[in-house]
């Protein structure tokens, strides 16, 4: 346990207001609202994030969780890791480690995790390596395309549907019939994808099992267009859509590619993706004796907070 001058709690809803502060301090930028926060820390009703307390009752740091159901052959939960900090004033002295060793043991034992994806900046990155359950992956990159590229030729589709993902009409938009989710899938769907105020969900689908769903957002005045989950629809289906809809604003499109995926690299390539995107540190802490299929499992673009 961490040492007498501070605890570790699960987050409460009394404590959101110094986690903002002891955020916005930390990192020079606003935290989202504790409205958008309460929604996107919860499984099934728990809060799934911890708060580090000091003696005089101030939030010094934090580390949130998003839950869901792993899709690597395990009956077991996934746990991806966001809004990671210790204040500036405390850290280099081994808080984090304890805060952490404190949080897998938790997490294993209230929710079942057997995994942790964890996305650490440098910084993070430091402590990371040196938690021997911590298995450090190779950066993802992000293939970026700008639409009305005049090495690309687009085409008009014909059968389609391209909609806003309404999140006070969720189980309506992103049904199981239409798309042919299961209740878990559409569980994990549903609270990924909070509402955002500089964010917006759109569905392209094209028959039941076929479909994208993007995130778009207005970063210094540059439209991204991200394909954050892709079921059976090709990419230059995908584009030929966008530049429908999108090309006069000359948009970024944004697509992670598993290094195994020779299908997806290719078309990635022949439509002129470029790797010319964010890069993503990630790694994966293990919880148990079973062994993470390092080789075998790439995350979907919601598993990161970016997009």
Same mark, same amino acid.
Request: charged share 25%.
């Given at each position: 346990?961490?040492n007498?001058n /501070?605890k570790?709690?699960?987050?409460?809803?009394?404590? &959101?207001n110094?986690?903002?502060?002891?955020?916005?301090?930390?990192?020079?930028?606003?935290?989202?609202?504790?409205?958008?926060?309460?929604?996107?820390?919860?499984?099934?009703?728990?809060?799934?994030?911890? $708060?580090? +307390?000091?003696?005089k009752?101030?939030?010094?740091g934090?580390?949130?969780f998003?839950?869901?159901?792993?899709?690597?052959?395990?009956?077991?939960?996934?746990?991806?890791?966001?809004s990671?900090?210790? #204040?500036?004033?405390?850290?280099g002295?081994?808080?984090?480690? %304890?805060?952490?060793?404190?949080?897998?043991?938790d997490l294993?034992?209230?929710?079942?995790v057997?995994? +942790?994806?964890?996305?650490?900046?440098?910084?993070?990155?430091?402590?990371?390596?040196k938690?021997?359950?911590? +298995?450090?992956?190779?950066?993802?990159?992000?293939?970026?395309?700008?639409?009305?590229n %005049?090495?690309?030729?687009? %085409?008009?589709?014909?059968?389609?549907?391209?909609?806003?993902?309404? &999140?006070?009409?969720f189980?309506?938009?992103?049904?199981?019939?239409?798309?042919?989710l299961?209740v878990d899938?559409?569980?994990?769907?549903?609270?990924l994808?909070?509402?955002?105020d500089?964010?917006?969900y759109?569905? +392209?689908?094209?028959?039941?099992?076929?479909?994208? #769903?993007?995130?778009?957002?207005?970063?210094?005045?540059?439209?991204?267009?991200?394909?954050?989950v892709?079921n059976e629809?090709?990419?230059?289906?995908i $584009?030929?859509?966008?530049?429908m809809?999108?090309?006069?604003?000359?948009s970024?499109?944004?697509?992670w590619?598993?290094?195994?995926?020779?299908?997806l690299?290719r078309?990635?390539?022949?439509?002129?993706?470029k790797?010319?995107?964010p890069i /993503?540190?990630?790694?994966?802490? %293990?919880?148990?004796?079973n062994r993470?299929?390092?080789?075998?499992? /790439?995350?979907h673009?919601?598993?990161?907070?970016?997009?």
């Open positions: 346990m961490i007498k /501070f570790i709690i699960s987050y409460k809803s009394s404590y &959101f110094k986690l903002k502060i002891s955020y916005e301090n930390s990192f020079n930028k606003l935290f989202i609202s504790q409205a958008l926060y309460e929604q996107r820390f919860c499984y099934h009703k728990t809060y799934s994030s911890y $708060l580090l +307390i000091s003696n009752d101030n939030v010094v934090h580390i949130g998003r839950i869901h159901n792993s899709n690597i052959g395990n009956l077991c939960k996934i746990a991806f890791r966001f990671t900090f210790i #204040i500036p004033s405390f850290r002295g081994g808080m984090y480690l %304890e805060f952490m060793n404190y949080v897998k043991n294993k034992n209230k929710f079942n057997m995994y +942790i994806y964890a996305w650490p900046n440098k910084i993070n990155l430091l402590s990371c390596l938690d021997e359950n911590y +298995i450090n992956l190779n950066p993802i990159i992000t293939w970026q395309h700008k639409l009305g %005049e090495k690309t030729s687009y %085409e008009e589709e014909k059968i389609f549907k391209y909609k806003t993902i309404d &999140f006070t009409n189980d309506h938009i992103i049904n199981k019939k239409e798309f042919g299961t899938n559409l569980h994990d769907y549903k609270y994808f909070v509402n955002r500089n964010k917006e759109k569905v +392209i689908s094209v028959e039941k099992n076929k479909y994208a #769903i993007l995130g778009i957002s207005n970063i210094e005045n540059k439209e991204l267009i991200s394909i954050i892709n629809l090709e990419i230059k289906f $584009l030929n859509v966008l530049n809809f999108h090309k006069y604003k000359k970024l499109v944004q697509c590619c598993f290094y195994k995926d020779r299908n690299l078309q990635l390539i022949k439509s002129n993706f790797e010319d995107g /993503f540190y990630n790694g994966v802490y %293990e919880l148990t004796h993470f299929p390092v080789n075998d499992y /790439f995350p673009m919601y598993n990161h907070d970016a997009f």
